[in-house]
């Protein structure tokens, strides 16, 4: 690719879309960052028009994406009515816009992962219409969990072909949210959120993948409420639930209780009046006395099959520098959409990334 200031360079429109959105900016913002006119900006974005390498370099710079970012092949696509953004309606266009693209990148992440690393097959039940609590059911059943507490639900989704990935701090208005992509199930989650309210957030996505991944029409249909009550159904089994808290329990009972199942005891006070182990009375008063108490001191869960990923390319000698280049994109980048798992380092001699499937990763 020429650098001489004037000439012209084949864009790829989406990507510089892709790249707009993602850092949450309008195109009339963009616009003023780069010095041009809106109208030029529209023809950048719609094809009409190719920039020069100037152009070039100033998208570069301002979004935070290598030049080749916007050169390459057209990028993964995904549109916002297959994705389950909790609070839709309150949630600001840009913010579901910029969460999109994360998810775009991440989508291109996963391809790469596919065409060097054996990862586990998609194996989530889409049961579709129906009730939460059996659906959790029949899921643990087919995972084979009987009646105990979930273990770790980020390593389960992963040993079940769901491609687990992780929203930056530029995205703390989000939750959470999932999608099928080509087959694969994805979920996106807050790590900001403290490590109860990400391990439900990761059960309430499994829930929107299981309960509205098929055709179903979900006009007139809470789905949020639906995707509450399969987590706390996957997370606090009934049968176990019933055994380990007595009926009407007190604060200290529940706040005794909840490590079981790593849930916030509100969390698990819901879950007893689900199950009617809990009076009104008693559920209003643990609910005010619950809400005066400071989250706990969990560790997040986090990825495991990011991790292996990661270690398998230190051990080919591959830099997080490397990877993000071949990635088209920056370390921090990458570093956002996979728990920070990326540790920055400078780059290295030049080792190429692997080819083909030279990689398998199992996980136990």
Known sequence: ???????????????????????????????????VSARTMADFEHGRREPTAADLAGMARVLGFPVEFFTAVE????????????????????????????????VEFNDFLERRFL?????????????????????????????????NLVHLLEAHGVRVFSLGVDHTEVDAFSFWHEGSPYVFLN???????????????????????????????????????????MLMPDVDVLTYVPEDPTRDQVLRASPRWRVSPLALTRRLRELRQVGDGVYRTLCAEL????????????????????????????????????????????????????VTALPGSGVRLPSGRGAHLRLV
């Open 119 to 151: 990862l586990p097959s998609a194996d989530v039940p889409v049961v579709g219409a129906g009730d939460p609590a059996a659906a959790a059911d029949a899921v643990r059943e087919h995972w084979d969990l009987g009646s105990k507490p979930a273990p």
């Open 1 to 35: 690719m020429s650098t001489r200031k004037n000439d012209l360079i084949m864009l790829t429109p989406a990507r510089l879309k892709l790249a707009r959105q993602r850092r949450q900016l309008t195109a009339a913002a963009l616009a003023r960052e780069l010095g």
């Open 191 to 233: 790590t900001a959120k403290s490590a109860e309210d990400g391990r439900f957030d990761a059960a309430h996505e499994l829930g929107h993948l299981v309960l509205h991944g098929g055709d179903r029409p979900l006009d007139g249909v809470d789905v949020e409420a639906e995707a509450d009550a399969f987590a706390s159904a």
């Open 75 to 106: 990028p993964a696509e995904l549109t916002e009515d297959v994705v389950s953004f909790r609070a839709r309606a309150k949630l600001p266009a840009r913010r579901r816009a910029g969460a999109l693209a994360a998810g775009r990148l991440a």
């Open 291 to 342: 809400a005066k108490v400071d989250p706990g001191g969990e560790t997040r869960e986090s990825s495991q099959l990011l991790a292996k990923v990661f270690r398998a390319l230190r051990e080919q000698g591959v830099t997080p520098h490397e990877l993000a280049a071949e990635l088209l994109l920056s370390t921090q980048e990458l570093n956002n959409i996979v728990f920070g798992l990326v």
